[in-house]
C-alpha cells in the first residue's frame, strides 16, 4: 500500500512539471497571439499560434483537472477501531482486515493507472501540437491571410 502511495506522489510531481512545460508553451505561443491583435495584423502566423496556445490551453485544463486535482486514494493504515469488533473470533476479524486490505490496494493501483493513463495520453497530445499550429496556419493561409 506504501508503495502506491508513493507512485501516487510520483505521478503528481510528473504531472506538476508536465502543466509547468505546458503554461511555458503556451505562454510563448500566447506572445504571437497578443501581438497580433495589439497590431490587428492577422496572418498565417498568428492563426497558427492562436489555435497552439489554445491546444496547449486545453491540455493544460484536463491536466489540471484529470491527473492533480484531489482525489481520494485509501490510507495505508486501517483505523484501530476497526479491530475491536466484539462478537468477532481472531480468525474472522483477520480475513475481514485482509479483505478490507486488499480493497484498498486495488482501488489505490486502479486511481493511479487511471491518472498515469491522463498523463500519458495528455503528453503525446502535446507531442502533436506541431500539427495543430500546421493545420490552423495553413487553413488561414488558404483563406487568404
Partial sequence: MK?????A???AKD????LTVFLAAMAGAMTYAAKAIEQKS?????FGATAFT????SLSALLVWK???????APVYNEPRNLNQAGFDLDALKEAELDGFQWRIGTAASRNAKVAKWLNGLRLAA??????FIVAAMAAR???K
Fill in 3 to 7: 508503495a502506491h502511495h508513493v507512485c
Fill in 142 to 144: 488558404a483563406a487568404g
Fill in 42 to 46: 492577422w496572418t498565417w502566423f498568428s
Fill in 15 to 18: 504531472a506538476a512539471t508536465t
Fill in 127 to 132: 507531442v502533436g501540437s506541431p500539427v495543430i
Fill in 67 to 73: 491527473c492533480l486535482m484531489m482525489q481520494p486514494i
Fill in 54 to 57: 489554445v491546444w496547449f490551453f
Fill in 9 to 11: 506522489d510520483v505521478i
